[in-house]
T-cell receptor, first 111, second 118 residues
């Protein structure tokens, strides 16, 4: 039931792009994306809702394929500050925001 | 706005002892979540409150864990007795979502309590 994220880890140079994927075996109602730096709290990045609505930061984009039960997070022109672990959280019905988080994707951006 | 406040930040106890964590959510947020995050894993939901009522506690080990949110604002999570496997970061989050809507509001996390069991 836990969503599967890929890749598990990625190393980039500043300015390069990355895509992080999140796949679920159950129908999705919404997908949330968070970034967590070591020893810190997860920070909200993006919400994608069934029907196409998105909420999030301007510099981050994401897609939500309801039929394939997948979401992808696109990080373009990466900066050092993008380093951290990215988690997707999936919601499978109207449950007041109950999320099941994936195992995370560790992103390292090098100068 | 003030963020989610948690205390303590760190706690070290011996197995079989008890421990309690406190969380004060963002003002006005009806929904409060407690998560357990084991090193290298994603957060795992333990319990979800809507105001002072429990919405979901299906993954809370009820033989040793308990949580309450008596006045619908701050919340405490207790472990008694602790086991070695409880070593983790305990995160509290709040959101403006309500139990009868979808998760169309972001969750705001506190800094967490890092619990070490000796």
């Amino acid at each position: 039931q836990q969503p599967v994220q890929s890749p598990q880890a990625v190393i980039l140079r500043e300015g390069e792009d990355a895509v992080i994927n999140c796949s679920s075996s159950k129908a999705l109602y919404s997908v949330h994306w968070y970034r967590q730096k070591h020893g810190e709290a997860p920070v909200f990045l993006m919400i994608l809702l069934k029907g196409g609505e998105q909420k999030g930061h301007e510099k981050i984009s994401a897609s939500f394929n309801e039929k394939k039960q997948q979401s992808s997070l696109y990080l373009t022109a990466s900066q050092l500050s993008y380093s951290g672990t990215y988690f997707c959280g999936t919601e499978h019905g109207i449950q007041g925001g109950k999320l099941i988080f994936g195992q995370g994707t560790e992103l390292s951006v090098k100068p | 706005e003030a963020g989610v406040a948690q205390s303590p930040r760190y706690k070290i106890i011996e197995k079989r002892q008890s421990v309690a964590f406190w969380c004060n959510p963002i003002s006005g947020h009806a929904t409060l979540y407690w998560y357990q995050q084991i090193l290298g894993q994603g957060p795992k939901l333990l319990i979800q409150f809507q105001n002072n009522g429990v919405v979901d506690d299906s993954q809370l080990p009820k033989d040793r864990f308990s949580a309450e949110r008596l006045k619908g604002v701050d919340s405490t999570l207790k472990i008694q007795p602790a086991k070695l496997e409880d070593s983790a970061v305990y995160l509290c989050a709040s959101s403006a979502s309500s139990s009868w809507t979808s998760g169309n509001q972001p969750q705001h996390f506190g800094d967490g309590t890092r619990l070490s069991i000796l």
